[in-house]
């Protein structure tokens, strides 16, 4: 049984067998390749009737769609099969219908890049390889950190030395050994390359390694399965390297093909202004990507060069996409609102795409009736640094009730 048929680059098209570890020796680092399946087996295997009665709530359930040969030891922390709520209380504020919320946060290491990690641990476990690394803004970071940790792999970590605190401390809390890098995530990111070809060590790198992607898909094929296979009509990312966005989308052009749904959604990327390479391509209709320096809040999207560029920009084609640009005033702002109507704290990065539908409804571009899912890829308590600049800090009162009598009439909505 050979689930893949082959390895396809997502420049140029060229394909590859297997031994092609990363990407298109012809487009260099800019062609990542993308895992086409053989689907008669996953046919077979993954039906209607099987996922409905088959409840083992986490990404091995689609065992036949992902790309690793036979897992020996799973990794024993739960990884995927996050609530999807109706949030019923911003229905009411947009006055849309049906608003559906991924929340990712509830990932064990707190962001939709679990999906990816696990898959990344077991393909180093699967090709024998004792050191991972990566080089990441912080979340893929600290996720392969802690699934390494579980399996007693050594691993290095590339990440910028602007990390947010909450993410620096699960690193060293999980034992990884950081390398804290005097630049940015694009340096991060080829250095890291660098020390790859030098030492061996196996690359999780999502924008790098082909096969994380395929761990990203599994967000998708959970909407579907909590929507019980009713599409939506719109599913909102927020857009750094493009890997989430892809994989997302790559996940429901399986699920159709695999004839367990029978329509797509359209993809809407959500980029930080300052933070924008991809939507800016979109839009530009350019099939290259221009380097600004990055400028965001959202650090886990704060990308100058999109490292999965043409995968995000062959979505968003592929699925008649929209490219919503938002700023950090716009994200602070929908973190709150978000919060405050949902109970669902995210990350800076977590909650962008709730910004870009906030735009989306002020220019009346969602209609009433139309089914929205929102991913929020991160918890909010990975960066508290920036959440507090959403919000005022109360004044300190003592612990006499005439104090707080006249601090809650100041304070009186
Ligand atoms: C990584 C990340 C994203 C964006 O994913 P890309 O694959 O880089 O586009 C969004 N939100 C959070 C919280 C992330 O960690
Ligand atoms: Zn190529």
Redesign the pocket.
């Known amino acids: 049984m050979d689930k893949i048929k082959h390895l396809k680059c997502s420049k140029c098209g060229k394909t590859y067998g297997e031994e092609q570890m990363y990407h298109c020796p012809i487009c260099g680092t800019k062609g990542t390749l993308e895992v086409v399946f053989d689907l008669t087996f996953a046919k077979k295997e993954l039906t209607k009737e099987y996922l409905v009665s088959h409840q083992n709530p986490n990404i091995w359930r689609y065992f036949p769609l992902l790309p690793l040969k036979d897992i020996k030891e799973e990794i024993p922390i739960q990884i995927g099969h996050s609530p999807l709520y109706k949030a019923s209380r911003l229905e009411s504020l947009l006055n849309i219908d049906n608003i559906y919320i991924k929340d990712?946060g509830r990932n064990p290491t707190a962001?939709?890049?679990d999906r990816a990690s696990a898959i990344g641990v077991h393909k180093a476990l699967e090709l024998d390889k004792e050191i991972i690394c990566a080089a990441s803004?912080?979340?893929?970071a600290s996720s392969l950190s802690g699934f390494a940790a579980c399996m007693g792999l050594k691993n290095y970590i590339f990440v910028p030395h602007t990390i947010p605190e909450g993410k620096l401390a699960q690193l060293l809390v999980f034992g990884s050994q950081v390398i804290l890098v005097d630049g940015d995530y694009d340096q991060a990111f080829d250095f890291c390359i660098e020390a790859v070809n030098h030492f061996g060590w196996y690359n999780r790198s999502?924008?790098i390694n082909p096969y994380l992607v395929d761990g990203?898909k599994t967000v998708a094929f959970e909407i579907i399965e909590q929507l019980n296979f009713k599409v939506p009509d719109k599913v909102i990312?927020?857009?750094?390297?493009?890997?989430?966005?892809s994989?997302a989308w790559k996940g429901f052009k399986e699920f159709y093909e695999l004839g367990l749904i029978d329509q797509l959604p359209v993809m809407v990327s959500v980029q930080a202004e300052g933070s924008n390479p991809v939507n800016r391509a979109y839009r530009n209709k350019n099939r290259e990507f221009d380097y600004i320096t990055p400028k965001t809040i959202a650090d886990?999207?704060s990308?100058g060069i999109?490292r999965?560029g043409y995968k995000?920009l062959n979505t968003l084609n592929e699925s008649k996409g929209r490219a919503i640009d938002v700023s950090d005033d716009d994200i602070l702002q929908a973190m709150t609102v978000l919060a405050r109507h949902t109970g669902v704290f995210g990350?800076p990065?977590?909650v962008?795409c709730f910004a870009g539908l906030l735009k989306l409804v002020k220019e009346g571009a969602i209609r009433k009736d139309e089914t929205v899912a929102l991913i929020v890829?991160?918890s909010g308590l990975k960066d508290v640094k920036s959440a507090t600049m959403a919000v005022s800090r109360p004044k300190k009162i003592k612990p006499e009730l005439e104090g707080l009598i006249s601090y809650l009439d100041e304070v009186k909505e």
């Open positions: 990712e962001s939709l890049k803004t912080g979340n893929a999502c924008a990203k990312m927020s857009v750094g390297d493009g890997c989430s966005i994989g886990s999207i990308v999109p999965n995000a990350e990065a977590g962008t890829s991160g």
